[in-house]
């Protein structure tokens, strides 16, 4: 007998899982807090995190089957290389299961971009982003950087239609762009992708963040949308800027249980 323990009590091989989770380490672009160690302390709270749920009633771990494909190895400081990297990842990802639901542990928010420039190759459908964030990211450049976690949304503008929900801080010259997104999330008939950068919660809940914000929102108000965005059709997620740094931190047990919700409200 194997005395081990991984990230879910009973793995499934890719084909067959309904959920897999993927980490992409990258934060290269990141200015503030480190969160390049964000998918390794959120698969540890995750191992820790009761399955049950008493709101919905529903066990997590045995109404889903999953697979934890590991991390993507990212090129250290080089965006383009580790895009590409992305890009093929998910699309042998989709080959091997084209109904899997994949969730995405980050590192920076840059990350989204090349999860949504891969996803959208492989649907012909327009997709609507659901940005849960404390910022716009809507930056056209960031210290002379075309590619970062503040300009992700700029870049995105282009191909999706992105909902944002929780922002509370933005430059003047994004104040100008923000008319380009929708604020407040509503039902859409669309396939959704979420993504949640963990600063957009209060900082007195979620401390550890690349670029912490203060009057964020609380775990009941977050679930609330959560809920209504998870009767959609949710085609992907994504939870960004973990900046943990040991096991049990406040950040990474609330991230693992924003997966579970967001499982059990599907």
């Known amino acids: 007998m194997l005395y081990t323990k991984k990230t879910f009590s009973f793995e499934y091989p890719v084909g067959e899982a309904d959920v897999v989770l993927l980490g992409i380490p990258w934060d290269f672009s990141q200015t503030g807090y480190p969160t390049r160690y964000g998918p390794f302390f959120i698969r540890e709270a995750i191992k820790n995190m009761i399955g049950f749920d008493p709101e919905t009633k529903t066990n997590v771990f045995e109404k889903y089957k999953f697979a934890d494909l590991g991390d993507i190895e990212v090129v250290p400081g080089n965006w383009k290389p580790t895009e590409e990297r992305i890009k093929d990842t ?100 669309k396939p959704v992708y979420v993504t949640v950068d963990m600063d957009v919660f209060d900082p007195k809940i979620s401390p550890e963040v690349g670029t912490p914000e203060p009057n964020g929102m609380d775990f009941g108000e977050f679930l609330n949308i959560l809920k209504e965005v998870a009767s959609s059709k949710v085609i992907g997620m994504d939870i960004v800027e973990c900046g943990s740094t040991e096991i049990n931190s406040t950040t990474a047990t609330l991230a693992a249980n924003i997966i579970k919700k967001m499982l059990c409200y599907k």
Not at 158 to 165: A, G, R, T
């Open 90 to 189: 998910i699309t042998s990802l989709f080959e091997a299961n084209p109904k899997v639901l994949p969730i995405f542990l980050g590192g920076d928010h840059l990350v989204t971009l090349g999860i949504l420039n891969s996803i959208k190759n492989l649907r012909n459908e327009k997709i609507t982003v659901v940005d849960f964030d404390a910022h716009r990211d809507m930056l056209p450049e960031f210290l002379g950087e075309r590619f970062s976690h503040v300009t992700w949304v700029n870049h995105a503008l282009k191909d999706f239609d992105i909902v944002q929900v929780g922002a509370r801080a933005w430059s003047g010259e994004e104040e100008k762009l923000k008319v380009n997104v929708t604020d407040g999330f509503q039902k859409t008939s």
